[in-house]
C-alpha cells in the first residue's frame, strides 16, 4: 500500500485530490496539510511514501518544505502538483529534491501513475518541466558567457562588467555577442529573458 500525504493551502484541491485517490486498492491518503509546516510535521507523524506538494503556500512554501524533508526525511518522495510551470518554478524545487514536477491540469490517470512511479523512485515530469531540464543541460553559454549575462540581468554596464570581473570592455561585448548568437537573440535584454527563460540565471 501506498502512502500518500497532499499538501495544498486550498481546502477544494485537497477534497479533488482526495476523490482522486479513492477506490484506489494500492493507494491510500494519511493526512492532508495546509502549509509547508504543517507538511513536515503530518510526515513524521504519518511516514508517508509520497508527498505531492503545492509549491505557493503561506509559513513554509514548496520548496523550503521539500528541502527540509530532503534533510529529515530522505525517504519520503515528493512530487510537486502546482498551477506554475516557468523555468523560476521547476528548477528550484527539484534542486530542492523533489521526484516529480506535475500540473493541476493533469489528467488523473496521470497523476495516479506519477504517485506510483515515484513510490518506485521514478522521477515524473511534465513535458514542459523535462523541457527546462533539458534546457540546463543543454547551456550552450560558456562560464564567462554566464558570468556577463548575470551581470547584465542585474542591470550593470559593459564598463561595470568589465569591472567587475576584471577584463576589458571589448571582451565585454565579446561576450555578450556570443551570448546573443547563441541563444538566438539580437539585443541584451532578450538575451536576459531567453537565459531565464530557460533557467540558465
Same mark, same amino acid.
Request: overall charge neutral; hydrophobic content about 50%.
Given at each position: 500500500?501506498? =502512502?500518500?500525504?497532499?499538501?495544498?493551502?486550498?481546502?477544494?484541491?485537497?477534497?479533488?485530490?482526495?476523490?482522486?485517490?479513492?477506490?484506489?486498492?494500492?493507494?491510500?491518503?494519511?493526512?492532508?496539510? &495546509?502549509?509547508?509546516?504543517?507538511? +513536515?510535521? +503530518?510526515?513524521?507523524?504519518?511516514?508517508?511514501?509520497?508527498?505531492?506538494?503545492?509549491?505557493?503556500?503561506?509559513?513554509?512554501?514548496?520548496?523550503?518544505?521539500?528541502?527540509?524533508?530532503?534533510?529529515?526525511?530522505?525517504?519520503?518522495?515528493?512530487?510537486?502538483?502546482?498551477?506554475?510551470?516557468?523555468? &523560476?518554478?521547476?528548477?528550484?524545487?527539484?534542486?530542492?529534491?523533489?521526484?516529480?514536477?506535475?500540473?493541476?491540469?493533469?489528467?488523473?490517470?496521470?497523476?495516479?501513475?506519477?504517485? =506510483?512511479?515515484?513510490?518506485?523512485?521514478?522521477?515524473?515530469?511534465?513535458?514542459?518541466?523535462?523541457?527546462? +531540464?533539458?534546457?540546463?543541460?543543454?547551456?550552450?553559454?560558456?562560464?564567462?558567457?554566464?558570468?556577463?549575462?548575470?551581470?547584465?540581468?542585474?542591470?550593470?554596464?559593459?564598463?561595470?562588467? &568589465?569591472? =567587475? +570581473?576584471?577584463?576589458?570592455?571589448?571582451?565585454?561585448?565579446?561576450?555578450?555577442?556570443?551570448?546573443?548568437?547563441?541563444?538566438?537573440?539580437?539585443?541584451? &535584454?532578450?538575451?536576459?529573458?531567453?537565459?531565464?527563460?530557460?533557467?540558465?540565471?
Amino acid at each position: 500500500m501506498i =502512502r500518500v500525504l497532499l499538501v495544498d493551502d486550498h481546502p477544494i484541491v485537497r477534497d479533488g485530490l482526495r476523490g482522486a485517490f479513492t477506490g484506489e486498492p494500492d493507494l491510500v491518503v494519511v493526512g492532508e496539510a &495546509a502549509s509547508g509546516v504543517e507538511a +513536515l510535521a +503530518l510526515v513524521a507523524r504519518h511516514r508517508p511514501d509520497v508527498v505531492l506538494m503545492d509549491l505557493r503556500m503561506p509559513e513554509l512554501d514548496g520548496v523550503g518544505a521539500i528541502k527540509r524533508l530532503a534533510v529529515e526525511h530522505p525517504a519520503v518522495r515528493v512530487v510537486v502538483l502546482t498551477t506554475f510551470d516557468t523555468s &523560476a518554478d521547476v528548477l528550484p524545487a527539484i534542486e530542492a529534491g523533489a521526484l516529480g514536477y506535475l500540473l493541476k491540469d493533469a489528467p488523473v490517470p496521470d497523476l495516479l501513475a506519477a504517485v =506510483r512511479a515515484a513510490a518506485r523512485g521514478e522521477p515524473v515530469l511534465s513535458p514542459r518541466a523535462a523541457g527546462f +531540464l533539458l534546457d540546463r543541460l543543454r547551456s550552450p553559454l560558456t562560464t564567462r558567457e554566464l558570468e556577463v549575462l548575470r551581470l547584465v540581468a542585474a542591470g550593470a554596464t559593459n564598463r561595470a562588467a &568589465a569591472s =567587475r +570581473l576584471v577584463i576589458s570592455e571589448a571582451s565585454v561585448k565579446t561576450h555578450l555577442r556570443q551570448a546573443y548568437a547563441k541563444l538566438g537573440v539580437s539585443d541584451r &535584454a532578450a538575451a536576459v529573458a531567453e537565459a531565464l527563460r530557460r533557467g540558465l540565471l
